[in-house]
């Protein structure tokens, strides 16, 4: 039973705020919880708090706040999951979720709010079942996009990325049917993988974790029935041997429940009638050895000259993805020891960047363009489309401090976004949905996020 | 919250609303009426055009109805009067032929909230109830919890009961689920809606129907029906096996609190629920949503304390990545001290040592206390890592390794050798006063194994004055004090400086009134200050108490599921406090699970309880058995010997107090019911001198106090004091441990 829920911006700013039923007590509680949220001491988890004899109960999504209140001991599993689920349906309707597609679209998410829930208990959830209520048709501005320009080749060649949708093409509404008579029946189906490498400092992977999972967002009619095949070889588990090669291998796999699993077991398709809008199909983990390199490699070098003081970390960045793949929005953390007084990057960025330590002790670098025209590429670019290599802050720890700062020097990290190619597939919109749409897809090595120990000294 | 411009922004958009032309055009009308809504969401005060938007209301675009009867909900308390106005739309809109348009209408009309609305609500309510769509019978059922709701008294309309009562058989999945949510809120005060047989095997059967939320909540509502024979018990189980497998957690968490709760005479059957449910309870804590992770992990955490061994196998899923948000990695790092065992131990602490240099101070000194928690159990590796850790020497470092040596020294006196090494110099990088503390206690009780134990004091003699902590200063009296007794001859000079600036020129009083106490005591001769200062020095029994004993899983299960073990139970007792009676009934911790007494100790802790001689002339003797009525016979005949109050905040838990007084040989006749007002416990214990100790224990919760009244079968003062100290100690390391 939910009291009132709104969404906040990231500022804390009510851009929707619903009283469902009306025991707020004149009290503005959407600042209540950001104040309450942004005093909160180090320890306290600010998932579920209570205040004024109200929980507040809230999720952060695409950098809003989606809060809940109850005055009810109610299950918190069951909540967070309605917050998440109400997160999905207002992307689904809105096109995306942001504070700008929520601002536009005020009465379109007041009109699913009032049908989701009434009296703080929710009714449905199923877009199928909502979208005979819902009347509002979501506002959707096409906002300049680099990636539409990038598929623009040079002196109009035909390049890599205009052969895939633009990444924002699967971010509009399910519901703009009505409009848009030219609507597409598309299916956009997502890899996205998490990865997490401890790197020792001889640059061999201590630890690796891939978290990924596929994602499916469906503008086919619903219940047009779906194949979505896997690579044969395609192994659960440590012990299974399927297909000749190396394969593609997983730990644990788990599938959303309308997945039909018949004929897994045989030929590894799943079969399912999605509806409309966005969807997880498959989870899978994969901890330890990895069938496949890292797409990325990191070679540091760290020399401490005692006399001077100075600390020289050289770092090289290796990207080993395929030339077809890119990574975008690459961005690399270093925290510096304790005790630093000044450091220089003298690589590669003119004027040479110099400065006292930052604040939190981290120093951190945001590689802009895509590998090929990087200016941190050293190299012409490689078949490996190399980062090229990057040298690190020169940190000078002072000198009474001594030997032990460094020690304390806490791991690096670096991480990166996923190359946005997305498999899509086009069909003229049939009567009947006759062939069979099957996907043949290798699990992609996607988003990646690594860290790195500097060396004990 | 208003702001300036507020009223020009209000004004221009009265006069859109008036204007006939906007009036004409769909579009733009709408417009002017989306934006009043987003000027309403931002907390402006728009109730000057409520006139205005009630005209609005008047239109067939159901779009701006809806936005109209949002605003006219919002507002409809703040301008009754003409909200009125508004009813005669909606009652036509009740009878309109598109459903949605019925539904609509009747969920804003009863949405209202203003007095005097439900002599208008109640007709279309009925007719609603016997609507052929199902849109607007789900409605109208809510629409009769709100009604009731505005009533705000608790008289209930008995046709209105019945007929809800009816409405559950109903085709619609969503009707059933609200009427069991409408009746809940009508019957409050009756205790909510009754689940017979009828209903519950209806319930049931129509599970695999819903969606879901349904499941969910239905699950919920299943808790208060009691099976009648094992029989039916174990097939609802069998019925409801299915759901343990469902892929929303929220339905997974409802069939195992159900499971657990049904089950709770069958202790298998719960713990193989309990490895049912930990594939999923690891997805969620893997799972994309932090918020979802953190619930999860507070749950793991709440079965660890039942079943230790259970995540054991997994405790990698508990490592933490560096994108975590800081509140999972606390709870991953308090999982992990949790499953620790003989086969992962020495990988947890290999991680565990990685978060210690951890950017986040918060973090790095919560692994650090992590690995203190550890080596109760795995001592020496603990304690060599700690003492790695000593050579970084970083401050906040140092400062928490030291504590935690302070609190291991005092549990395992066998690593005492091991810290005392350590402990050579790394007095230079402590700043704060709980570091400091425990240094100087640490050379204190343990100087005469560490050899410049005295020059370490030395500086803190010398650097008294601009020392800004009082307790620093007390706490460096009683260990210079203590080392003068094993090296007088390195510590005489510095005691004599140290008493006499405590004395002259300190201007705190308690530490100069220690000063003088112990300047006095000196003045009574050394044997006299050896018998008060030399305490033991070690206590391992202590260890016993801080850890929680293996809880029931019958002791929490009612918890299961809900926001008790997201807020720990210790915060949950302050809000449920301060809520006060507005959550009696389920709420209440329904748990009364006695252990019987004995085997809760093992025979070689026992004995070394009586090597600790805890005062030289009191000598308990373990195993005295006094019959209930013995007792009471001898507890009417004697008089009160000793009365006394001690502090005490919140329940008691009967198990760990039961258990720390068998620890040093009392032991409980009776004892009430948790949560019983007031509260009483009835306790024996015998000396080896044949002397009887009669006590009550009375807790009366709203002076947040324990009274305390002893008979003695003797009249021994001596013993009688020692005896009373004992039992205080108990009490109020038990009290401590809970706040």
Known sequence: MISQFFILSSKGDPLIYKDFRGDSGGLDVAELFYRKLTGLSGDESPVVMFQDDRHFIHIRHSGLYLVATTSENVSPFSLLELLSRLATLLGDYCGSLSEGTISRNVALVYELLDEVLDYGYVQTTSTEMLRNFIQTEAVVSKPFSLFDLSSVGLFGAETQQSKVAPSSAASRPVLSSRSDQSQKNEVFLDVVERLSVLIASDGSPLKVDVQGELRLKSFLPSGSEMRIGLTEEFCVGKSELRGYGPGIRVDEVSFHSSVNLDEFESHRILRLQPHQGELTVMRYQLSDDLPSPLPFRLFPSVQWDRGSGRLQVYLKLRCDLPPKSQAVNIRLHLPLPRGVVRWTFPAYQDPPATGLPPQPLCWGWALQASPLNSPGTHAPASRFASLGWLSGPVATPTPTSGYATLATARPMSFGSEAPQTRTWQQRKKASKWEEDNIFFLGVLAYGSGCRQRTPES | ?739
């Open chain 2, 1 to 739: 919250m208003p702001y300036l411009g507020s009223e020009d922004v209000v004004k221009e958009l009265k006069k859109a609303l008036c204007n006939p032309h906007i009036q004409a055009d769909r579009l733009r009308y709408r417009n002017v009426i989306q934006r009043v809504i987003r000027h309403m969401t931002q907390g402006l005060d728009m109730s000057c055009v409520f006139m205005e938007m009630v005209k609005a209301s008047a239109t067939v675009d159901i779009v701006q109805k809806k936005l109209v009867y949002l605003y006219m909900c919002t507002y409809a308390p703040l301008k009754p009067d003409l909200a009125l106005l508004a009813i005669n739309t909606l009652c036509k809109d009740c009878s309109d032929p598109n459903p949605m348009v019925r539904g609509l209408a009747l969920r804003s009309m009863c949405s209202l909230r203003m007095p005097g609305v439900q002599e208008y609500i109640q007709q279309p309510i009925l007719n609603g109830l016997r609507d052929k769509a199902s849109y607007v019978r789900r409605v109208a059922v809510l629409g009769c919890a709100k009604m009731h709701n505005l009533h705000g008294d608790s008289e209930v309309d008995g046709a209105l009961v019945n007929e809800l009562y009816s409405l559950l058989r109903d085709q619609d999945p969503i009707v059933v689920v609200n009427c069991l949510r409408s009746l809940e809120e009508i019957l409050k005060y009756e205790g909510g809606v009754v689940i017979n047989k009828p209903i519950a095997h209806h319930l049931l059967n129509r599970m695999s129907k819903l969606d879901q939320w349904g499941q969910a909540e239905v699950l919920n509502y299943l808790l208060r029906y009691q099976p009648h024979s094992e029989e039916e018990l174990f097939d609802i189980l069998n019925l409801l096996d299915s759901f343990l497998k469902s892929s929303s957690p929220g339905v997974v968490t409802g069939a195992t609190k159900l499971f657990l709760i049904l089950a709770k005479k069958f202790p298998h059957v719960q713990t193989d629920v309990l490895v049912r449910v930990k594939g999923p309870l690891l997805a969620a804590c893997s799972s994309e949503s932090r918020e979802l992770c953190f619930v999860a992990l507070c749950h793991v955490r709440q079965i660890l304390h039942s079943l230790p061994g259970h995540f054991s196998s997994h405790y990698k899923k508990f490592f933490c990545s560096y994108w975590e948000p800081h509140y999972i990695k606390l709870q991953k790092v308090e999982v992990l001290c949790e499953l620790v065992n003989d086969e992962n131990v020495q990988q947890v602490l290999e991680e565990l040592q990685g978060y210690c240099t951890d950017v986040s101070i918060d973090f790095a000194q919560a692994a650090i206390f992590a690995i203190g928690g550890i080596a109760r159990t795995y001592t020496d590796q603990c304690v060599q890592i700690l003492t790695e850790l000593l050579g970084l020497r970083q401050e906040h470092i140092t400062t928490v390794v030291l504590q935690t040596f302070r609190d291991l020294v005092w549990l395992c006196p066998q690593c005492t050798e091991a810290v005392c090494q350590a402990l050579l110099s790394c007095e230079e990088n402590i700043q704060d006063s709980e570091g400091k503390q425990a240094l100087i206690w640490l050379l204190g009780v343990h100087g005469e194994r560490i050899p410049n134990a005295p020059y370490v004091l030395e500086d803190f003699v010398e650097s008294v004055k601009s020392e800004t902590f009082p307790a620093v200063k007390m706490e460096l009296l009683t260990a210079l004090l203590r080392l003068f007794l094993s090296r007088p001859a390195e510590c005489q000079d510095m005691l004599g400086r140290l008493l006499y600036y405590c004395i002259e020129e300190e201007k705190d009083m308690a530490v100069r009134d220690r000063g003088l106490f112990y300047y006095r005591l000196l003045l009574l001769g050394i044997d006299e200050v050896k018998q008060i200062l030399c305490s033991p020095k070690s206590d391992p029994s202590l260890g016993l108490l801080e850890d929680q004993p293996e809880r029931p899983v019958n002791s929490w299960a009612s918890d299961f599921n809900t926001l008790v073990p997201v807020y720990g139970k210790a915060h949950w007792a302050t809000i449920f406090k301060r809520q006060g009676t507005e959550q009696c009934g389920p709420e209440l911790p329904r748990t009364a699970s006695f252990a019987p007494s004995g085997h809760l100790i093992s025979e070689e802790n026992k004995e070394r309880v009586q090597e600790l001689p805890d005062t030289e002339a009191l000598m308990l003797i373990p195993n005295c058995q006094l019959t209930a009525e013995y007792f009471e016979k001898t507890w009417l005949s004697l008089k009160v010997a000793h009365q006394q109050v001690l502090p005490w905040q919140g329940e008691v838990h009967p198990d760990t107090l039961q258990m720390a007084l068998q620890v040093v040989n009392i032991q409980t006749i009776a004892m009430s019911r948790v949560g019983a007002r007031p509260w009483k416990a009835y306790l024996s214990a015998q000396d080896a001198t044949g002397c009887l100790f009669l006590t009550e224990l009375l807790l009366e919760p709203k002076n947040s106090e324990m009274q305390i009244s002893v008979k003695q079968s003797e009249t021994r003062t001596e013993i009688l004091s020692s005896f009373v100290s004992v039992l205080e100690t108990v009490i109020g390391t038990i009290g401590n441990m809970k706040s």
